[in-house]
T-cell receptor, first 113, second 116 residues
Framework: QKEVEQDPGPLSVPEGAIVSLNCTYS??????FMWYRQYSRKGPELLMY????GNKEDGRFTAQVDKSSKYISLFIRDSQPSDSATYLC?????????????FGAGTRLAVHP | EPEVTQTPSHQVTQMGQEVILRCVPI?????FYWYRQILGQKVEFLVS????????KSEIFDDQFSVERPDGSNFTLKIRSTKLEDSAMYFC??????????????FGEGSWLTVV
């Protein structure tokens, strides 16, 4: 079983739609959960960061973590063509500060006008 | 906004040659990382670096790889004898020390390495 599973998509939605992106994981010791956005041949850009379970909202983005189900989600409201990118979930343990990230495979999202 | 900068953006090298990839992490950050992403695959951890020493490395990070922070600002990844399978995008990343920042790791734009 992979440590972090993420549906690679592609996911195609019309402009204005609500997008739901998800990851599951197997290691119950993960404590930090992040979502990154990656444009083609660019570096991952941090979108959302959540510690432990719960919800976090930032503008059109909402991150949810359900540690009991080992499931995390990113919701994008009022999606825009500029949101078209690959979305990477990432998570880590806390091991004294070094905190390597384990990434999902990424979901490609296309938002069409 | 502060950012992690990497050079070169793209390098083509002959198999067996040494390559050095350079990074300037965000200035007040104390933890440094290298990750790589083979085309079409997931981002993979290579090595973490703190207090002038390697704190953790993956099984990918074998004896062909080394890291260095030679002058307090630059952070380098050296591949001694490149192989075809080293062709990938290499990302430098850094993280502040502050506990309140949690695990917010910031990535550079990457160095695309092509080994021919």
């Amino acid at each position: 079983q992979k440590e972090v599973e993420q549906d690679p998509g592609p996911l195609s939605v019309p402009e204005g739609a609500i997008v739901s992106l998800n990851c599951t994981y197997s290691n119950s010791a993960f404590q930090y959960f992040m979502w990154y956005r990656q444009y083609s041949r660019k570096g991952p850009e941090l979108l959302m960061y959540t510690y432990s379970s719960g919800n976090k909202e930032d503008g059109r983005f909402t991150a949810q973590v359900d540690k009991s189900s080992k499931y995390i989600s990113l919701f994008i409201r009022d999606s825009q063509p500029s949101d078209s990118a690959t979305y990477l979930c990432a998570m880590s343990l806390f091991n004294g500060g070094y905190n390597k990230l384990i990434f999902g495979a990424g979901t490609r999202l296309a938002v069409h006008p | 906004e502060p950012e992690v900068t990497q050079t070169p953006s793209h390098q083509v090298t002959q198999m067996g040659q040494e390559v050095i990839l350079r990074c300037v992490p965000i200035s007040n950050h104390l933890y440094f990382y290298w990750y790589r992403q083979i085309l079409g695959q997931k981002v993979e951890f290579l090595v973490s670096f703190y207090n002038n020493e390697i704190s953790e490395k993956s099984e990918i990070f074998d004896d062909q790889f080394s890291v260095e922070r030679p002058d307090g600002s630059n952070f380098t990844l050296k591949i001694r004898s490149t192989k075809l399978e080293d062709s990938a995008m290499y990302f430098c990343a850094s993280r502040p020390r502050s506990v309140s920042s949690g695990n917010t790791i910031y990535f550079g734009e990457g160095s695309w390495l092509t080994v021919v």
